[in-house]
């Protein structure tokens, strides 16, 4: 289960691999695994557009996304959707990357303008602050700033002349003594070009009043204590409210993906130009929040007895390595991750093998009701709430403890509100190494101040196989499932509340299957989940008993995992929507190059009455145990 559908990386649309000539074409002529072919031709873009100008396309043509990508979205909903998927495209993604490059070029060559605002400045000296060719810096300059650089410039200084103007007492001869300048006829001339009024009526005009000459400021100075403020620098004016709204949305979410916004935030603003003199439109100025969290991340290494390796981070308690032997004796990583901070918490897909919560899978609309109470959750997964939302547990910076070689202990006390859940939520969560076998043990405990839902569970990417350059499909993993049921899914992968057998249908795993042996059959429910991405009912011995939920071999390795468990379900999920990205040691992660089983409760239990609960009060523990173990055939 992800966030990150397999999208054309341009418009967004869901890329429908059954019709070859719906993908765009490579500059060798072959299929793009990443491009529609609204978008992509011989390895080229057909059209130079922005992000917003795409959008606005396909809100013209709703009926037609609805019609191909199997939906029923209003216009409005639309264009939420596309608002939140195209910044995490690739085209979008690498054009805002270079964006940041060219803002940071052009900032080096502003902040050298302001300080040397009155020296004769040419041309040649800029381009090599910047590092850019004359053509080049121009064209970069006027994009970033919307102004060419002889303009730039001389209305900086046209305006640092009004605001002697109005702030000071200084005659014109005064004032050009304060410039570059040569006469008071060339001040008055470029003053009135730029201003529409001469530099006297300004003065009168705007001069506050009951300004007196003979004020006598007495400044004083407090030291404060330091605060962090997270800024982004904005270049323009509230022209456009929507494009500010996403503005602030990236601020604040910035900031909780880093975990460092508390109750006492504080919003700051920080102008760079006077909106007296500067048009509104001109004005420069940085948007902030202050930051209250100084927890670090970490790594961690565990090891057993026998030799079992496993690395994991408190960002997310993110595990980034499993190693274990093969049928030779060869260890490998069988478990998709990153190798650096950055990495982990900027992945193309965020839930990568990471703890999951508050709520775990899908709720429905990203609501539902507990004791009479309604409750609205971020919507981050089409129309649904998907795994505790964007900033959800896997997005967070954990209270961590090496116990010891082969333990680790996590804390996290999730607020309430939180994503829209309640209840002050405390959760300890352990990963232990058993030392007489290769296992990796996950034991979770939570309670919580005010009624809530608990949901927790391990998104470990698995192959067994060993990841690589490109890391193999697991469609040859002959796995077994111990589970009669299972719980059908919508066009949207919410549960329709229906407990189905598997028997005499594609999701039967009771004897051993390999994975690619019927996930490509024309059966509704795999088509829905674009593979497997289903949750089974597991056979329990008695409620909350530790039993094996499924078992996972790869042949050509000999690796097996079993899966043990005390939760109600499993989710199967076949890594549909990998798409490739990078990951640890320059491996690369294509579609259906991992397996996860990931225990939970079912998916939109709190809007299913008849499922297993999953609400927890005051004064009740949840507890969980599930068990990753390692062996290999004989």
């Not at 795993?509 to 991405?533: C, M, N, S, W």
């Not at 079993?562 to 929507?577: D, K, P």
Request: aromatic share 12%; hydrophobic share 35%; proline share 4%.
């Amino acid at each position: 289960m992800v966030i990150n559908k397999r999208y054309c990386q341009s418009c967004g649309m869901p890329l429908r691999f059954d019709v070859e000539e719906w993908l765009g074409t490579n500059s060798d002529n072959s299929r793009s695994d990443q491009f529609c072919y609204y978008c992509l031709k011989d390895g080229k873009y057909t059209v130079d557009i922005s992000m917003q100008e795409m959008i606005d396309i396909w809100i013209k043509y709703t009926d037609k996304y609805n019609g191909y990508a199997n939906t029923a979205y209003s216009p409005e909903e639309l264009r939420e959707i596309l608002n939140k998927r195209l910044p995490a495209l690739s085209r979008w993604k690498q054009k805002q990357e270079t964006n940041n490059v060219h803002h940071q070029t052009i900032q080096n060559v502003i902040i050298h303008i302001n300080n040397h605002l009155f020296d004769r400045m040419d041309a040649d000296t800029l381009c090599t602050i910047s590092g850019l060719s004359k053509y080049h810096f121009r064209r970069v300059f006027l994009t970033v700033t919307g102004e060419n650089i002889g303009s730039y410039i001389q209305r900086l200084r046209i305006e640092h002349i009004a605001h002697l103007l109005i702030s000071t007492d200084y005659t014109i001869n005064q004032i050009l003594e304060h410039t570059t300048y040569q006469t008071k006829f060339s001040i008055a001339k470029a003053f009135k070009k730029h201003f529409g009024i001469s530099a006297s009526q300004y003065r009168e005009k705007y001069k506050p009043a009951g300004y007196e000459q003979n004020t006598v400021l007495f400044p004083e100075i407090k030291t404060l204590n330091p605060i962090k403020i997270f800024c982004i620098e904005v270049g323009e004016a509230y022209k456009d409210k929507f494009r500010y709204r996403l503005i602030w949305d990236k601020l604040i979410h910035h900031a909780k993906r880093y975990n460092i916004v508390g109750k006492d935030r504080k919003f700051v603003s920080i102008s760079m130009d006077d909106p007296s003199i500067t048009p509104e439109e001109k004005c420069r100025f940085y948007l902030g929040i202050t930051l209250c969290n100084d927890k670090k991340t970490d790594l961690f290494i565990l090891k057993n007895k026998k030799g079992m390796e496993v690395a994991v981070t408190n960002y997310g308690c993110a595990i980034l390595s499993i190693m274990v032997p093969d049928k030779n004796g060869k260890y490998a990583n069988v478990i998709l991750g990153h190798d650096s901070i950055d990495h982990v918490i900027n992945s193309p897909e965020p839930f990568l093998s990471t703890t999951i919560g508050r709520y775990g899978n899908r709720i429905a609309k990203g609501k539902f009701t507990l004791f009479g109470e309604e409750h609205e959750l971020t919507i981050n997964n089409g129309p649904n709430s998907l795994h505790g939302g964007p900033t959800g547990f896997h997005a967070r910076v954990w209270d961590a403890i090496q116990i010891d070689e082969s333990t680790v202990q996590f804390n996290y006390v999730s607020a309430d509100g939180e994503e829209g859940f309640p209840g002050n939520l405390e959760v300890e969560m352990t990963y232990r190494l058993e030392n007489e076998v290769n296992a990796l043990t996950i034991e979770y405990r939570a309670t919580t101040d005010k009624a809530t839902v608990v949901n927790l569970t391990n998104h470990g990417f698995f192959n067994l196989a060993g990841i690589s350059n490109p890391t193999p499909t697991v469609n040859n993993n002959i796995v077994t499932i111990n589970a009669d049921f299972y719980t059908p899914i919508d066009e949207v992968s919410i549960p329709t509340g229906e407990i189905a057998k598997v028997e005499g249908t594609p999701m039967d795993f009771r004897t051993p299957h390999t994975v690619g042996e019927r996930i490509d059959d024309k059966f509704q429910q795999l088509i829905f989940g674009a593979g497997y991405d289903h949750c089974y009912v597991l056979n329990k011995t008695e409620s909350g008993s530790l039993d094996l939920a499924a078992t996972c071999k790869d042949p050509e390795s000999g690796r097996i995992m079993e899966v043990y468990t005390t939760e109600a379900g499993v989710q199967l999920y076949t890594g549909n929507w990998l798409n490739g990205f990078e990951g640890a040691h320059g491996a690369t992660f294509p579609a259906r190059s991992a397996i996860c089983f990931e225990a939970q409760c079912f998916p939109d239990t709190p809007n299913k009455p008849h499922f297993p609960s999953a609400t927890l009060l005051p004064g009740d523990e949840y507890q969980q145990i599930t068990v990753y173990k390692f062996d290999v055939e004989e």
